[in-house]
């Protein structure tokens, strides 16, 4: 009796061990990473080279082989990897024994020299295993700025326009705090950082040095892409504001006004800006108050949306959509209100708005009116339009309404959407020209004269 025990033990002992010893192969193998992203934080300042790692686990009960191992980008990749001394860009069959772990070793060299670098320079390892495949996402800056995450202005900052700022998380002005941007100066924010302003934003451009609000993908065809980056906040404990010779391009929402001023002067006052290519809105108020000067507001999902009352003066600005490549032009490119909903329940507010020698246009799109303005309730409600060039079917009702030229093509200078070109200058010829009200304005969006007296030309561009 004793000698058959002895034999089934030794039965149940040699299967169990060729099982240990056996290959998973079912793709619901189970594989554990230490790290799912690497993310390479080093500003760079010469050319440099860091090396990171990310422990891979064999988390089963038998052997596992891991087919490939394969950075993505190959041998022109910026990053190289090594699987546990063996050199990349490709490592296969690698095997794990059960519960047993390998390291993946990453390094990154970048000249940041290289202006046609990106801001951003990514890659990934990609594991594939039983059918699967796993993906490490790595990440480095690739150029010389000023890099900064998660970012809260708490003093009153100035910045310098040397390097380049890229914004990675989110950058916030907060309350009592003022953040100073010079002339010339370059901010790049990547997908997930807005610029929240609970204090104060200073934007101090000029006609030959502007401003520039981008997102940080510079390459094909990343950095034509609208909603690249969030938007610029101004949050309801903003105050004295000024954005001058700003460019704000490609964001989700160019410029957001919450809630009314906490002192007698305007939110935000925009002078000599460029919103444009914003996925949702160019410019949003809500029951806020704006002043905006010399303005172009072009090829945006919403270019102006000024909603739930608030007070708002818009001055030879020009408002522009075409359907193209990214967008589908089907929203007006000003829309007033005096209220906003709070669930199905609609609530009002105070409003006042008046728009001057403004150029409301859109076309390629489907619609009729380019201006649309609501109104409930019965709070106060003035809204005027004076020497304007607006394209509508129906004109709006309850408005003022003084020396505006309806549905007339403006005579753009070049329109091309299928080139992604858009030059919103009037050409010779325009019935724009020569029609606006004197403002005492002395200047256009291209820093060139106007007329001091009568007749100026519609828009944000003085022809000459």
Not at 5 to 26: E, G, P, V
Request: hydrophobic share 40%; with cysteine; charged share 15%.
């Amino acid at each position: 009796m004793k000698l058959p025990l002895l034999i089934l033990c030794l039965a149940t002992l040699f299967i169990f061990s060729c099982h240990k010893d056996s290959f998973i192969t079912s793709p619901s193998a189970v594989v554990h990473f230490s790290a799912d992203t690497l993310l390479f934080d080093t500003v760079f300042t010469t050319t440099g080279s860091i090396t990171q790692s990310v422990k891979v686990v064999n988390g089963n009960d038998r052997r596992l082989r891991l087919s490939d191992i394969r950075l993505m980008g190959g041998s022109h990749s910026f990053f190289s990897i090594n699987v546990d001394g063996t050199p990349g860009p490709e490592v296969n069959d690698a095997e794990l024994e059960a519960g047993d772990s390998l390291y993946i070793f990453v390094a990154v060299k970048i000249d940041p020299s290289t202006d046609s670098l990106p801001f951003i320079v990514r890659d990934s390892i990609g594991l594939s295993f039983n059918g699967n495949q796993r993906f490490i996402q790595l990440q480095a800056f690739g150029q010389n700025a000023n890099y900064l995450r998660n970012k809260i202005i708490s003093s009153n900052t100035t910045w310098t326009n040397g390097l380049p700022y890229v914004i990675l998380g989110g950058l916030v002005v907060d309350s009592n705090s003022t953040l100073t941007i010079p002339a010339g100066c370059k901010v790049y924010l990547h997908a997930d950082a807005p610029l929240l302003v609970d204090g104060t934003l200073k934007v101090l451009g000029s006609d030959t040095a502007r401003v520039t609000f981008l997102g940080d993908r510079l390459d094909i065809p990343y950095k034509d892409f609208p909603g690249s980056w969030p938007g610029i906040y101004f949050r309801s404990s903003s105050i004295n504001n000024m954005l001058q010779y700003a460019v704000i391009k490609n964001a989700y929402d160019g410029v957001v006004a919450e809630l009314p001023s906490g002192n007698a002067s305007p939110k935000v006052v925009l002078n000599e800006c460029i919103i444009d290519n914003t996925y949702d809105a160019g410019i949003i108020g809500e029951q806020s108050s704006i002043r905006a000067t010399n303005c172009l507001i072009s090829n945006s999902g919403d270019n102006i949306e000024l909603g739930y009352g608030g007070t708002y003066q818009f001055t030879h600005c020009t408002a522009v959509s075409y359907s193209n490549g990214f967008f589908a032009h089907t929203q007006p490119v000003l829309y007033v209100s005096n209220y906003a909903f709070q669930g199905t329940t609609p609530v009002t507010a105070d409003l006042t708005a008046a728009f001057t020698n403004c150029i409301f246009w859109g076309d390629f799109g489907n619609v009729d009116n380019e201006v649309i303005v609501a109104r409930q309730g019965s709070t106060v409600f003035s809204v005027n339009f004076s020497n304007c060039l607006w394209k509508v079917k129906t004109a709006p009702t309850g408005v003022g309404a003084f020396n505006m030229i309806a549905n007339l093509d403006p005579l753009f200078d070049s329109v091309n959407t299928s080139r992604n070109v858009y030059d919103f200058h009037l050409r010779t010829g325009s019935p724009a020209i020569d029609k606006g009200l004197a403002t005492g304005l002395t200047l256009d969006l291209d820093g060139k004269p106007r007329p001091a007296g009568p007749a100026p030309d519609l828009g944000c561009y003085e022809h000459l």
